[in-house]
């Protein structure tokens, strides 16, 4: 069955390339602007192939050239609206399937799920070309409004990507011999939120999150994470919320960049860390680091994160001075 499907889809591809090469191309098609201005030479029937969603058709359309300016038009490219040699159709679904899942792997869910067969670097392409005109109407879209926005969130995080020789060299990092694998990317995420679930916890605004990224200096992503909030209502939020692991350069980015906010540690790097001052505390396999770390998580998790602070930081700071009794130390950290 599998064969007769895909047999029927480039039986229906092939009938609707003809289609579209014949609408194309048919005798007196009206397109806006197709006349020759002053000073310019028409030069008909120049032929270009299109890459569009059913796969190549040929079109042959008008060319009108200014000698004066050396400059060249083709009325019915623009009219379709084409990237390059791309419809636009084919070019947003390129566009979507590589935000998705990278460049390669886009070009091997268009060939499973669409049929369309274009390279990795042909989207990549693609998308760096059509990247600027998106910036640009994203801009235009966000005119001021009056109505407030009630939280605001801005979530910065970084990651290494793996990188060829050339593009390494001079780095440091972790290998044994100091060497880097990897290049650290900056990633940062605005969302807003206006409603709650049924039991009162926040819910992120369906498709209301933008992304950023960059290889750039902490200094300077804080200024681009900052530019993204702005466009997105950042001086309309009545409330602005900061989502971080803990590093100190996405604080430091937060406290330039984000002066007001709330500063939320996410609760896995909250754990990680949780675990580390048990084992500091109570020394590493110690039966009550595993019992302070599981009921400190459930603190965390039920919102008793003043409890926890509370129990934790006077048992540290006992645990750290060596003249303190022992028992001391045990019976206020709630130790038998």
């Known amino acids: 069955m599998e064969a007769v499907e895909l047999g029927l889809r480039e039986a229906l591809f092939k009938d609707a390339r003809q289609v579209l090469e014949e609408l194309y191309n048919q005798p007196g098609l009206q397109v806006p602007d197709n006349a020759s201005r002053p000073g310019e030479k028409c030069h008909p029937d120049r032929a270009k192939d ?68 274009l390279d990795g670097r042909q989207i990549q392409r693609l998308v760096n070309l059509v990247a600027p005109a998106v910036a640009r109407q994203l801009e235009q879209d966000a005119k001021p409004g009056a109505e407030p926005i009630p939280i605001l969130y801005a979530e910065v995080d970084g990651t290494g990507v793996p990188m060829v020789a050339e593009e390494l ?11 880097a694998k990897t290049r650290e990317i900056k990633l940062g995420a605005i969302f807003t939120q206006t409603q709650t679930d049924e039991d009162g916890l926040p819910v992120r605004d369906h ?33 602005v919320v900061f989502i971080g692991d803990g590093a100190a350069w996405i604080w430091e980015l937060a406290r330039l960049n984000f002066p007001m906010a709330i500063l939320i540690l996410d609760l896995y790097h909250a754990l990680e860390r949780l675990h580390e001052l048990c084992e500091g505390l109570y020394g590493l396999d110690h039966p009550w680091a595993e019992r302070m770390a ?21 048992m540290s700071t006992l645990r750290v001075l060596s003249a303190a009794p022992a028992s001391t130390a ?6 038998p």
């Open 207 to 239: 498709e209301a999150t933008t992304y950023v990224g960059s290889f750039e200096t902490a200094s300077d992503f804080g200024v681009r994470i900052r530019a993204e909030a702005l466009r997105r209502g950042l001086a309309r939020a009545l409330k």
């Open 294 to 314: 599981l009921t400190w998580t459930a603190m965390l998790k039920n919102d008793r994160g003043n409890a926890y602070s509370t129990a934790a930081y006077p």
């Open 50 to 117: 299109i890459h569009t969603l059913f796969g190549t058709i040929q079109v042959c359309r008008d060319y009108f050239y200014q000698p004066g300016q050396q400059t060249g038009r083709f009325p019915l490219d623009h009219a379709l609206g084409l990237v390059h040699s791309f419809s636009p159709a084919l070019v947003r679904l390129a566009a979507r399937a590589a935000a998705q899942a990278g460049y390669e792997s886009a070009s091997q869910d268009l060939l499973a799920l669409a049929g369309v067969a």
């Open 330 to 335: 045990r019976t206020m950290s709630g130790e």
């Open 169 to 179: 060299q001079g780095r440091t990092g972790k290998q044994a011999d100091g060497s």
